[in-house]
């Protein structure tokens, strides 16, 4: 089921059976789900058809970061999977995205393909724990850049960081941010973080939301609060 909602619930439970209880309290046609490291590593492409058949469009969020023809590789197989997203580490560079992009035009998937940037954890000394001595924010907007010039579509990046990532890169170049917290939930472990209706009007295009609504009492009532927040209610 196609849905234009910004917004994307992270699906991130130890087993499949947790997290398709969360997905049948949500409504396809008002948000997308996504599927990180921990639960598909536990449950493979089972939680794909599920959720698939549930009528969800699905953002597979597996930060490949690989050789280029094994991120290429792997790329494909997520497509042809029918996941609408899925996405790379830009650090990994010119060659491998190019790579990723190139395969999927070969193949002719249509699945949204982005990058991540910094992760929303970090901050500038951890980036000089690793040898990058510069701001999050210059290191943001490389990555961005390189990312684009390579032939994605967009990127995974703070809240903080889209106003700049759009100006660079355009209205077009998707920015899809975690690290939001509405109005009403806790700050949790992220540091650069933004409420919903604060990141949109920043340039984000996707909201990635986790515990605020999967831990609610009522997860629909609280997409419906992160929906009035966005003034979409």
């Not at 009528?55 to 597996?62: C, K, N, P, Y």
């Not at 040898?131 to 390579?150: C, D, F, M, P, Y």
């Amino acid at each position: 089921m196609a849905t234009d909602s910004p917004i994307i619930i992270a699906l991130d439970y130890p087993s499949l059976d947790a997290a398709l209880c969360m997905a049948d309290q949500l409504d396809p046609a008002r948000c997308r789900v996504k599927v990180g490291k921990e639960l598909f590593t536990r449950s493979g492409p089972a939680v794909l058809d599920a959720l698939h058949g549930r009528g969800f469009e699905v953002f597979l969020d597996l930060k490949f970061h690989d050789i280029p023809n094994t991120v290429a590789s792997a790329v494909q197989a997520a497509a042809e999977q029918g996941v609408w997203m899925v996405n790379v580490h830009a650090s990994g560079g010119r060659r491998m995205m190019e790579a990723a992009v190139q395969r999927l035009e070969q193949q002719h998937l249509t699945t949204h393909l982005i990058a991540v940037t910094v992760l929303t954890s970090m901050q500038a000394d951890d980036l000089a724990d690793i040898g990058i001595n510069i701001s999050v924010k210059e290191h943001v907007e490389r990555l961005a850049l390189l990312a684009q010039h390579s032939g994605l579509q967009g990127v995974v990046c703070s809240a903080q960081e889209s106003a700049d990532i759009q100006t660079l890169c355009g209205d077009a170049f998707l920015k899809v941010t975690p690290g939001i917290r509405p109005t009403f939930a806790s700050v949790d472990d992220q540091q650069r973080i933004m409420t919903p209706s604060a990141a949109i009007e920043a340039g984000s295009t996707h909201l990635v939301i986790g515990r605020p609504i999967t831990q609610a009492d009522d997860p629909m009532a609280a997409l419906h609060m992160v929906e009035e927040e966005l003034g979409q209610r």
